[in-house]
Structure formats: structure tokens, C-alpha cells
């Protein structure tokens, strides 16, 4: 048990318990945010516990989640768009808060990896991370209508 | 003590296992399942088996929801058409 | 197709087909001739997507 496992832990218990709370109660537009954010919480404590358990390739499972993840939200916001319409979700503040946590947490990891082909593939993982979390976020509050009619 | 994240993640599948139960319209459920998903696939990394964890992210993420999403719609639609026979 | 929209596929083929193939490089954990063979097909089969995907969303 070391920091890092420590902080992956801390982050897993109140971020997925906020997301489930989110998501298994409320209006859709707050259970929309709540999943979102499931894939904001995950990765970030992924790239953790591959930092703590020494096992490089468990950044792999990250930058898997940092794409699908953000597939997930898309398919949701394609399919409930008619519904999304009425209730439009507006969570910028949990959004950026969402992207601050991934930066700071790829920053670290970064910083304990040491420049090498290692650390450009975890900067590639959080660069899609936090990209990916600004478009779903983006697709939600109806960024994109425009695309589905052409 | 390095256990402490394992017990955390497994209390988290079993409450997002109860709230899937809990939910009773499809498209909501979907939601659930998917948030179930990533919970499940991060339960596997911290039990040592990255290469389901990969899996269960591939499947339980986008694919699982999508197709509940679809199934749900197309239901709808063809329950939606056969009213409009019957009246019509 | 004319000669000037076939050197603009062939460059954006080109494009799509290096990014990709450097991304690939950037993601294997080790770089030898077997990797750089399969990354580069895969990248060919990527920038082919990458092209009809791209044009499939502006509508062209």
C-alpha cells in the first residue's frame, strides 16, 4: 500500500460513489453528467494504479477507457437526444474540476515515469482524456445537433 | 492494508449491482449498466487481470449500453406502430 | 477523378497514414521490425477509415 494506490483508492470510493448517487437518482440530465463522469473518475485512478502496482501496461486499460469512454456518453447523448432537448444538462464547473484532477494526475505519474517513450504514451493518454471529456461534455448540452442531420 | 482497494471496489460493484436492480425504465438502466461496466473492469485491475479488465472495458463501456439503447428503441417504434394500425 | 482531387486524396492518405503509424510507435512498448511492419499496415488500414470517415461527417 503506497501513495499512489492511496490516491487511486481515494478517488475511486468518492468519485464513483458521487457518480452512482448521480446516476441512480434524479433527472436524466443529471444522470447523463453522472456517467460522464464515471469515465473522468476511472481513468485518472487507472493511470494511479498502474503507477502503484509497477506494471506499465496497465496505462493500456487507460487509454482504452480514455476512447470508449466518451463513445459510451456519445451513444447516449445520440440515442436520449430528444429527451436531452427539454432538460438541457449544464455541469461546466464539474467539467473543468473533471480535467483539472486528470492533468494533475497525469502531471504526477508523468513526473514519476521520467521522459521516455513511456511518458510520451501517457501524455497521449490524458491528452485524449481531457479532449474526450470536453466533446462528450460538449455533446450533452446539444453541441452537435448539427451534424446529425447532415 | 493493500487489500483497503479492493474491499472499496467490490463495495462499489455490489452497489452499483443493486442500483441496476433498483432501476426500473430500460434507458435509465442503461446508464447504470454502463457506470457498472467501467466498475467491473476496474475491479478486475485491482484483482491482477488486466487482459479481462480490457475486455470488460471493450464490452461493458460503449457496446453493452448501445445495444440495450437500440433494443429499447426499436421496441418502442414497433409497439408504437402497431397502435397506430389498430386504431387506424 | 480528376488529376487535382486524386494528389489531394493520395496527400491526405499520406496524412492520416503517418500520424497514425507515429502514434503507433509512440504506444508499442518495444520497437522492432515486426512492429514497424504490423504498425504500418495497420496505420494503411487507419488513414483508408480516418479518409472515409472524414468526408462521411462534411458531407462531401
Keep these: 500500500m503506497n501513495a499512489w494506490i492511496l490516491a487511486a483508492t481515494i478517488l475511486l470510493g468518492a468519485g464513483l460513489t458521487a457518480a452512482l448517487w448521480g446516476v441512480a437518482s434524479g433527472p436524466l440530465s443529471r444522470r447523463m453528467v453522472a456517467q460522464n463522469l464515471t469515465t473522468a473518475v476511472a481513468c485518472p485512478s487507472l493511470l494511479l494504479l498502474a503507477q502503484g502496482y509497477h506494471r506499465p501496461s496497465y496505462v493500456d486499460l487507460a487509454l482504452l477507457l480514455a476512447l470508449l469512454g466518451p463513445v459510451g456518453t456519445l451513444v447516449f447523448a445520440r440515442l436520449l437526444a430528444d429527451e436531452l432537448a427539454v432538460a438541457t444538462p449544464a455541469a461546466w464547473g464539474l467539467t473543468w474540476t473533471a480535467a483539472g484532477v486528470s492533468a494533475a494526475v497525469v502531471v504526477a505519474v508523468c513526473a514519476a515515469t521520467g521522459p521516455s517513450r513511456a511518458m510520451v504514451k501517457l501524455l497521449v493518454t490524458g491528452v485524449l482524456l481531457i479532449g474526450g471529456n470536453l466533446v462528450a461534455s460538449r455533446a450533452l448540452q446539444g453541441g452537435f445537433r448539427q451534424v446529425r442531420g447532415g | ?88 | 477523378m480528376t488529376r487535382r482531387t486524386a494528389l489531394a486524396a493520395t496527400a491526405e492518405l499520406a496524412a492520416w497514414w503517418a500520424a497514425f503509424g507515429l502514434l503507433w510507435l509512440v504506444l508499442v512498448s518495444t520497437v522492432d521490425a515486426l512492429e514497424v511492419l504490423v504498425g504500418a499496415s495497420a496505420a494503411a488500414v487507419g488513414a483508408v477509415a480516418a479518409r472515409a470517415g472524414r468526408r462521411a461527417v462534411t458531407a462531401r
Excluded: C, N, W
Design chain 2, 1 to 88: 492494508m493493500a487489500d483497503a482497494v479492493i474491499v472499496v471496489v467490490l463495495l462499489l460493484v455490489a452497489a452499483t449491482a443493486t442500483a441496476a436492480v433498483a432501476t426500473r425504465d430500460p434507458s435509465r438502466q442503461a446508464l447504470v449498466l454502463s457506470l457498472q461496466g467501467v466498475v467491473l473492469a476496474v475491479l478486475f485491475t485491482v484483482l491482477q487481470a488486466p487482459d479481462v479488465a480490457l475486455s470488460q472495458l471493450a464490452v461493458g463501456s460503449a457496446l453493452t449500453p448501445l445495444l440495450i439503447m437500440l433494443s429499447v428503441r426499436k421496441v418502442r417504434r414497433r409497439a408504437r406502430t402497431t397502435d397506430e394500425g389498430g386504431d387506424g
